[in-house]
T-cell receptor, first 116, second 113 residues
Framework: AQTVTQSQPEMSVQEAETVTLSCTYDTSENNYYLFWYKQPPSRQMILVIRQEAYKQQNATENRFSVNFQKAAKSFSLKISDSQLGDTAMYFCAFTTDMNRDDKIIFGKGTRLHILP | DAEITQSPRHKITETGRQVTLACHQTWNHNNMFWYRQDLGHGLRLIHYSYGVQDTNKGEVSDGYSVSRSNTEDLPLTLESAASSQTSVYFC????????????FGSGTRLTVV
C-alpha cells in the first residue's frame, strides 16, 4: 500500500528560527510527485511546494525548501527564518500516476506553532 | 478569476437526515475529489470523478454518494447522516495528467447531532 508518514504530530519553534518537518513515503512507483500543503487557521489548503521525483534538484520557494532523498523515500520541508504566519498544519502528500488518475495521498499532518 | 467554491461553510444537521454539500469549480478541470479531514487521520478520500457521468469510490465512501452531471459541479450527499460523519469536508479539483496538485475549496464543517 502507498502511504505517507509524518512522524511529528506537533512542533513549536521560536520566530526567526529554522524548522524542519519530516515526511517519509512508501511506493513501488518510480515516477511520482510530492507536495507540501499548508493549512492555516483559516482552514484553506495552500500548496507550498512541489517536487517531481525524477528531478534530483531540491525544490525551493522563497523561505521554503525540501530535502528530497529518493532512495530513502524521504521528503522533508525546511522553513527558514520562520514567521508567525507560518503557524499552521502542514501536510505531506504524493501522487504516483502520470495520467488521468491524480489521486493524492496525504499524511496525517504536523501542527507547527511559531512562537513570538 | 477561476475558483472552486464550497457551500455551506458550516452546517449542523440531525442524525438520519440527508445532507448535500455543494462544490462548484470554474477552472474547467476534469478531475474533482472529495476528502474528509479528521484529527489524527489527515485527509481521506471519499469519492472522485474524472469527468461527466464518471464517479469512483475512495477509501471512506460508505454512507456517501456523488454525481457528476456537468464539468463544474460535484455535490456530495450523505444519505443518512451519522455522528461519525461529523468532520470537515474538502472539495478539490485538478487538471488531468499535469500532477500540479489540487486546487482546494475552503471546506465545509459538518456537525451531525
Amino acid at each position: 500500500a502507498q502511504t505517507v508518514t509524518q512522524s511529528q504530530p506537533e512542533m513549536s519553534v521560536q520566530e526567526a528560527e529554522t524548522v524542519t518537518l519530516s515526511c517519509t513515503y512508501d511506493t513501488s512507483e518510480n515516477n511520482y510527485y510530492l507536495f507540501w500543503y499548508k493549512q492555516p487557521p483559516s482552514r484553506q489548503m495552500i500548496l507550498v511546494i512541489r517536487q517531481e521525483a525524477y528531478k534530483q534538484q531540491n525544490a525551493t520557494e522563497n523561505r521554503f525548501s525540501v530535502n528530497f532523498q529518493k532512495a530513502a523515500k524521504s521528503f522533508s520541508l525546511k522553513i527558514s527564518d520562520s514567521q508567525l504566519g507560518d503557524t499552521a498544519m502542514y501536510f505531506c502528500a504524493f501522487t504516483t500516476d502520470m495520467n488521468r488518475d491524480d489521486k493524492i495521498i496525504f499524511g496525517k499532518g504536523t501542527r507547527l506553532h511559531i512562537l513570538p | 478569476d477561476a475558483e472552486i467554491t464550497q457551500s455551506p461553510r458550516h452546517k449542523i444537521t440531525e442524525t438520519g437526515r440527508q445532507v448535500t454539500l455543494a462544490c462548484h469549480q470554474t477552472w474547467n478541470h476534469n478531475n474533482m475529489f472529495w476528502y474528509r479531514q479528521d484529527l489524527g487521520h489527515g485527509l481521506r478520500l471519499i469519492h472522485y470523478s474524472y469527468g461527466v457521468q464518471d464517479t469512483n469510490k475512495g477509501e471512506v465512501s460508505d454512507g456517501y454518494s456523488v454525481s457528476r452531471s456537468n464539468t463544474e459541479d460535484l455535490p456530495l450527499t450523505l444519505e443518512s447522516a451519522a455522528s461519525s460523519q461529523t468532520s470537515v469536508y474538502f472539495c478539490a479539483s485538478s487538471e488531468s495528467g499535469r500532477n500540479y496538485g489540487y486546487t482546494f475549496g475552503s471546506g465545509t464543517r459538518l456537525t451531525v447531532v
